[in-house]
């Protein structure tokens, strides 16, 4: 019975840390990837997800995909770079927010690149 208990606990464990990963996780890992700036301060004390040489990256949640976008233009403009948002959650909520963005950005002709990291 204890090794029962001991193999159970071992299985979920994996499970339960993959859950707890946090939106800054997800930034690190992918800024480091692009070889890009993390969490660059601009003058206004505001802070720049991961600043590369052409983009202006925000990551976030995919439902928050609105204040995402709002943030990724904003750093953009402020460092003349092309506006991008990372949106983290599953493909079902990457396809449904991302969708989104591309009306918005397609609607006000904005340059804006979406990208996906699945959690």
Same mark, same amino acid.
């Given at each position: ?21 946090? %939106?800054?996780?997800?930034? $690190? ?5 692009? @070889? ?8 206004d004390k505001t802070r720049i997800d991961c600043l590369t040489e052409n983009e202006a990256i925000e990551h976030d949640w995919a439902k928050k995909w609105a204040e995402c976008l709002g943030q990724a233009l904003y750093y953009?403009?402020? %460092?003349?770079?092309?506006? $991008? ?5 599953? @493909? ?28």
């Amino acid at each position: 019975m204890k090794n029962l208990s001991m193999l159970f606990c071992l299985l979920l464990l994996p499970k339960c840390a993959m859950a707890n990963k946090n %939106e800054r996780y997800y930034q $690190t890992i992918h800024c480091n990837k692009l @070889k890009g700036q993390i969490e660059y301060k601009l003058e206004d004390k505001t802070r720049i997800d991961c600043l590369t040489e052409n983009e202006a990256i925000e990551h976030d949640w995919a439902k928050k995909w609105a204040e995402c976008l709002g943030q990724a233009l904003y750093y953009g403009a402020m %460092e003349k770079k092309t506006p $991008t948002c990372v949106l983290i959650g599953t @493909k079902k909520e990457f396809d449904k927010f991302s969708s989104k963005i591309e009306f918005t950005s397609n609607y006000y002709n904005l340059p804006v690149n979406i990208f996906h990291i699945e959690k």
